[in-house]
């Protein structure tokens, strides 16, 4: 049974930073490029940042280009999203997922087999 667990939201003040982690298990997670997207309330999931099976290759949404920063430990099993200079905007439920097939990164979310129950990071102003 594959199980995603994220941990590590909040509520932060604007500028804040946060760090979430995502820890896999039942999965050939170092197969695999890994995910973080996001939903904020009454809007559609979104890609956030995504990364290849080797940790070196990186993909970014334009929104945290220079502010976020995605990496794994796959001795671990475990996707991190390091979040700088938070901005109200960010305020979202965050999921981590596991690409059903590939390790090259996609911000595609139909791409995406496995899911987290997802950790809330909300963002005052």
């Known amino acids: 049974q594959v199980q995603l667990v994220e941990s590590g939201g909040g509520l932060v003040q604007a500028g804040a930073s946060l760090r979430l982690s995502c820890t896999a298990s039942g999965v050939h997670f170092h197969s695999y490029a890994t995910a973080w997207f996001r939903q904020a309330l009454g809007k559609e999931r979104e890609f956030v940042s995504s990364?290849?099976?080797?940790?070196?290759?990186?993909l970014d949404a334009d929104s945290v280009k220079g502010r976020f920063t995605i990496s794994r430990d796959n001795s671990r099993k475990t996707v991190s999203l390091d979040m700088n200079n938070l901005r109200p905007e960010d305020t979202a439920v965050y999921y981590c997922a596991v690409h059903r097939q590939s390790g090259v990164p996609s911000p595609y979310l139909n791409d995406y087999s496995y899911w987290g129950q997802g950790t809330q990071v909300t963002v005052s102003s």
């Open positions: 990364i290849d099976w080797t940790g070196e290759s990186r």
